[in-house]
């Protein structure tokens, strides 16, 4: 009689942690259509506020779903003029769509694309019409070509790099009015020395 009562006990308890799983599971589908739905209602600032609470727990969703939760994250950011965090969540949204695919829907994949490729541009400063100035940033690698990391915001860097290198690995100063003027080489861009008051590179 022991035995049957232990193995229904036990059944008891399996289904007890898989009732608790589910609804878990069911919670964090709800928080991601409640996100969903304030992004498609245009109330993006709710809709992000719900995408960070639920970043920790994205684990807890399937493939699918992981994948909507980045693409609908990045379009929010988006729209909210985050393009950092923009062009990072959308990577991942395709990139999820490439390791398993349908994950996202096809007018999703294009429009993710044609988001993501103007901010990939910015990013590496290829764009025609790569702004001076203006992106957040937090180091000069998140700023477009001849831009550096001023005060949190991408501008433009005081001089561009110098065609001819002097001997010994330095360069020439540039020459025109754009050439950064110093005195010590905490005055200058980190890539750069101060050299007779002008910033050159090292």
């Known amino acids: 009689m022991t035995r049957p009562c232990l193995r229904g006990v036990a059944v008891a308890l399996c289904l007890a942690a898989a009732s608790t799983v589910f609804g878990a599971c069911s919670t964090y589908r709800d928080d991601l259509d409640r996100a969903t739905a304030h992004y498609n209602a245009n109330q993006y600032e709710a809709a992000l506020a719900l995408f960070e609470v639920l970043e920790r727990d994205t684990d807890s969703l399937p493939p699918k779903e992981r994948a909507q939760y980045a693409y609908y994250r990045g379009m929010t950011h988006f729209r909210l003029k ?64 001849d831009q550096l990391c001023d005060q949190g915001k991408c501008a433009a860097a005081p001089d561009a790099p110098s065609a001819a290198a002097a001997p010994g690995g330095s360069s020439a100063p540039a020459a025109g009015p754009k050439a950064a003027a110093c005195k010590a080489d905490g005055d200058c861009p980190p890539e750069k020395v101060c050299d007779k008051g002008t910033c050159i590179y090292r």
Do not use: F, M
């Open 82 to 145: 985050r393009k950092l965090d923009a062009r990072h969540w959308l990577g991942v949204a395709l990139a999820s769509e490439k390791q398993q695919s349908g994950s996202l829907e096809p007018d999703q994949i294009k429009l993710a694309n044609e988001t993501i490729e103007p901010l990939n541009k910015e990013r590496y400063g290829l764009a025609d019409n790569t702004p001076l100035g203006g992106l957040p940033c937090k180091s000069d690698t998140d700023c477009g070509k």
